[in-house]
Structure formats: C-alpha cells, structure tokens
C-alpha cells in the first residue's frame, strides 16, 4: 500500500492558502468566456460548469460536489459574483446539465476520458515499464501518472491507479524470480534454501547468521566473527 501523500497524485488540501485560491480556483476571462458560451451568468448551471472547469484544471478529474471544499465553492462563487444557493449547485450536480457540462470541460482542455478498459491497459503497460526499474511503489505510480498527464488523459480515482500498479510490479517481480530460478541449477536451490534457514543448522551457518550485525570492534570479536 502507498498513501496518497507519498504520490504526486493530485489532491485537494485541506488547509487551503488565500494565495493557493487566488492563484488557482479564480476564473479567468478565459475561463468566465466559456461558461458564458454555454449558461446564463445568473444560472447554476453557469457556477456549477466554473467549479468544474477550475478543480478539474487542479486535479485532473472530475470530483463530486461533496468533496469539494466549501472556501473554494464560495471563492469561485464570489469571484462571479453569483447569488446560487448551495442547494441550487446540488440540484446541478445531480442533473443532465452537470453530465453534458463534463463533455465541454474534455473538450476545453484537451483531455480525454479515462476508459477502464482501453486507458486501464495503457495504464498497466506503462506502470510494468516502471517497475522494470523501480520497486517502491510510490515511484511506479508517480511515472504512471506522468504518462497519463502526457497523454492528456483524465486521471482515475487513486484506488485504481494504486491498484493497477500493485499488479504491475507483482507481475514483473515474479518474471524476475522466474528467470532467476531458470538459472539455477538443483544444487544452487538448496544452497540458497540451506542459507535462508532461520536456524544455524549443522553447518553452523544460516541465515540468521547471514544477516546479523558485528559486534563491537575488539581482538576477541574479531577473532569470533572470522571463525
């Protein structure tokens, strides 16, 4: 498992800054043109179509309205001087207008939707190709995302992703302990088998002694460790 703050994966804080909302969650003429295009200034649908566009810009992927924090909502609100109510952008959220409104976003910021078929096999190619030379897991998702930002594709719930790469670094360690084991001769195997022992055995030597630290540095130590 790897906490989503040890990932570049995307996320709302939840100790916003007044700069972080200045200079990421306030419209732009730009962005204030385009809802214009599509909703009247005083309707929900014209809110409701800002939220999306600005958290989407931030994250990658569209969120519900409840994970959304209300500075933000109220920021956005604010900065349009709108007089919507937070059950007005409910009622938004829950309607075909909100759903078609995803498509315009897509299409304003040139990424596409994440398909759980066809991006999820891309997905899993390209984290195997991380974990060809990487094993923290952390690191094999954070190239993924860097692949699926490149490709303009719209990023998944992190459960997925987290999922998906899980998978690809277990596949490819396997394949590595297949080679490795396609080497090794019968003798080899219990060579590496009596080693790993936890007791000392016969020999004297396993891997309980393989493994533990010197002791302090004087004559008799040194005389014990080297037998």
């Not at 990658?60 to 007089?83: D, M, T, W, Y």
């Not at 396997?174 to 019968?186: A, H, N, S, W």
């Amino acid at each position: 498992m790897a906490a989503i703050y040890q990932t570049a994966y995307p996320r709302i804080k939840s100790d916003i800054t007044p700069n972080e909302l200045g200079d990421v969650y306030t419209p732009t003429a730009e962005d204030l043109e385009f809802a214009l295009r599509h909703c009247k200034r005083t309707s929900a649908s014209f809110l409701g179509l800002l939220i999306q566009l600005k958290t989407t810009q931030r994250l990658g992927r569209f969120v519900p309205l409840g994970e959304i924090p209300k500075v933000i909502i109220a920021h956005i609100k604010n900065q349009c001087r709108s007089r919507v109510t937070l059950n007005d952008l409910q009622t938004y959220y829950t309607s075909g207008s909100k759903d078609r409104h995803v498509k315009l976003v897509r299409r304003h910021l040139n990424i596409k939707a994440y398909d759980t078929i066809k991006t999820s096999e891309l997905a899993q190619v390209w984290a195997q190709d991380a974990a060809t030379t990487k094993e923290a897991l952390p690191d094999i998702i954070n190239v993924t995302l860097e692949y699926l930002v490149k490709e303009r594709y719209e990023l998944p719930a992190y459960s997925v992703l987290e999922r998906i790469c899980q998978a690809a670094r277990a596949e490819v360690n396997t394949r590595y302990y297949d080679q490795l084991c396609g080497f090794l001769t019968d003798e080899s195997r219990q060579r590496i088998n009596d080693i790993l022992r936890v007791s000392t055995g016969l020999s004297g030597f396993g891997w309980s002694t393989l493994k533990s630290e010197p002791k302090r540095l004087t004559p008799r130590n040194i005389h014990t460790w080297n037998g």
